[in-house]
């Protein structure tokens, strides 16, 4: 209803994609969530894991929960092999629930990637109760660089807010409509080394 109201030389910015009734002359500077799904399940797969879960929230068509899972699964291609598990939960509940049968019996789970940094809690926690050392015998990578990930000591996809900040400042300026795409990256700590 906002949009319809804006005067036509209204500048517009869009950092999510946005598909409304009309397309807008707009500029999008847009983060690659599928690149962050398929960076941090490769990097798990590169370092030799192969029992791997993803923790995702639940899924609709365009989402980034789908776009996230999809990069997941081109990186799973790739290296020839298959999750574990892809746990689609708004809650929670069921990573809580799954966490310590996941991590159990003759092959536990060697790594977890989580689409959100606090996903990955339930997970650190059975770890934790199991004597796993972390990143030795399981490695943990969330996604956007929350203060959970500084406290967890977790490596983290970094969702570029800064940089999407100072390319939406830049497409405000601009004649034109600029379309961007900004391509994730990786802050390692504890949880899983760089190589």
Known sequence: ????????????VFTTQFEGEHRYNASYILYDTKASGRLATSHLLRLGRKRIAIVNFEMQPKWSSAR??????????EFGIDPVIHI??????????????????????????????????PFVEA????GMKVPDDIAFIGHNNTDWAVHL???????????????????????????????????????????
């Open 1 to 12: 209803e906002t949009l319809k109201n804006l005067r036509e030389e209204t500048k517009l």
């Open 88 to 121: 689609t939960d708004s809650t929670n509940k069921v990573a809580r629930a799954k966490a310590e049968e996941l991590l159990s019996g003759p092959k536990p789970l060697d790594g977890v990637v989580a689409i959100e940094d606090f996903r990955i809690l």
């Open 153 to 195: 000591d977790l490596t983290s996809i970094d969702p570029m807010d800064r940089e999407i900040a100072v390319q939406a400042v830049a497409a405000l300026k601009s004649e034109h409509g600029v379309f961007t795409t900004i391509t994730p990256r990786i802050i390692f700590r504890g949880s899983c080394p760089p190589q």
């Open 68 to 77: 996230f899972w999809e990069g997941c699964q081109e990186a799973f291609r």
């Open 127 to 130: 770890a934790r109760k199991k």
